[in-house]
């Protein structure tokens, strides 16, 4: 029986995205910096007003799924999209990348999502999501077979907005828990943290095992703006914490220790689109190759590093080679 070393669970999007003014976000209505579900009406509106950009296949717990594969690590994803042309253009994306994804499009309803990205100068993103029928992932789409051969199964907080949907989550969930293999789990989004706030401070509490999430949605999860007491409140909850905070680098929390992780050397900021999802695929790919945790946090912000210096989510340029003098010093280390 195969294993991967990380099957992903989450909403199969095409990203489009383009660069505008600051005022663009106030003109149009956008939440600044936040992740906001859209209807069809919105998103016909948003479209028509963007400035020409480039569209891609997206969906975050697909981008960290794209990472693991460049890395050379072995991936799956389920996923829902309608048998039309983004519904194509997401499956091509994906399978060309190496991750393997065979949940059968839909014949009926909504549309392949589409995630409407807009880049302001200060390469900062606002995002404005239309699910469709990524918002219809039934637990009948889950694949239990392929959920149990995950070393670690991912599950993107953005998914969790369909009641529906998270039916079928807790459902890859517990059969990846069946096989004795790990959880993760990502925060997504500060808006997604105060929608599911006692879900997830029980999921946290019981059922997760690797915890992703930024600063700003740490503190809408344990109710402080204060680093250390956020820190300090999901310590010992999860076997590993991910914690990260741009600029600053990040934090890796066990029960029993606090590893630092300084953020890799960016020559421009030019979009933060992805950077959370590439940071989890490089910790994944790390933890799930038996690699010490400090090294997998620095694999981490290697790949974060590299998807921010450019437009898009997912990766420009091979991760297995980009992190290849970094596993090479480190196995040339002295063993203690």
Same mark, same amino acid.
């Given at each position: ?7 992903? !669970?989450?909403?199969?999007?095409? @990203? ?21 579900? !859209? @209807? ?82 200060? $390469? ?64 997504? @989004? ?90 989890? $695929? ?9 690699? @010490? ?44």
């Amino acid at each position: 029986m195969k294993q991967y070393d990380v099957v992903g !669970i989450g909403n199969a999007i095409v @990203d489009v995205i383009s660069t505008e003014h600051e005022d663009f976000i106030e003109e149009l209505g956008l939440a600044r910096g936040a992740m906001t579900l !859209i @209807d069809t009406e919105r998103a016909v509106e948003l479209y028509a007003a963007m400035g020409p950009g480039s569209e891609t296949s997206g969906g975050s717990a697909a981008n960290t799924m794209a990472g693991v594969a460049s890395f050379g690590g072995t991936a799956g994803f389920i996923g829902k999209v309608r048998n039309d042309q983004l519904g194509e253009v997401f499956r091509h994306d994906i399978r060309a990348l190496g991750v393997d994804f065979d949940v059968d499009g839909a014949d009926e309803g909504p549309s392949t999502a589409r995630c409407l990205i807009v880049v302001t100068p200060d $390469a900062a993103r606002t995002m404005s999501t239309y699910l469709g029928i990524a918002g219809h992932l039934h637990p009948e789409d889950i694949d239990t077979e392929l959920a149990s051969m995950a070393k670690v199964l991912y599950c993107e907080g953005y998914i969790w907005d369909v009641d529906i949907t998270k039916e079928a989550i807790r459902k890859a969930i517990e059969a990846t828990k069946a096989a004795g293999n790990k959880i993760s789990f990502t925060l997504s @989004d500060a808006f997604c943290v105060q929608r599911h706030h006692d879900e997830w401070l029980d999921l946290v509490d019981g059922t997760i095992d690797i915890l992703f999430g930024n600063q700003t949605e740490l503190a809408a999860l344990t109710g402080t703006d204060d680093w250390d007491a956020c820190v300090a409140a999901v310590q010992g909850k999860v076997e590993v914490a991910c914690l990260t905070r741009s600029a600053e680098g990040s934090l890796i929390v066990t029960a029993d220790e606090r590893i630092f992780v300084p953020a890799a050397p960016v020559e421009k900021v030019v979009d933060t689109t992805g950077a959370g999802d590439l940071y989890a $695929a490089g910790f994944l790919y790390g933890y799930t190759h038996g690699l @010490d945790l400090a090294t997998c946090g620095e694999l981490a912000s290697l790949a974060a590093a590299e998807v921010i210096g450019h437009l898009g989510a997912r990766p420009l340029v091979n991760l297995a080679e980009l992190a290849a003098p970094v596993l090479e010093s480190r196995s040339s280390e002295p063993q203690v």
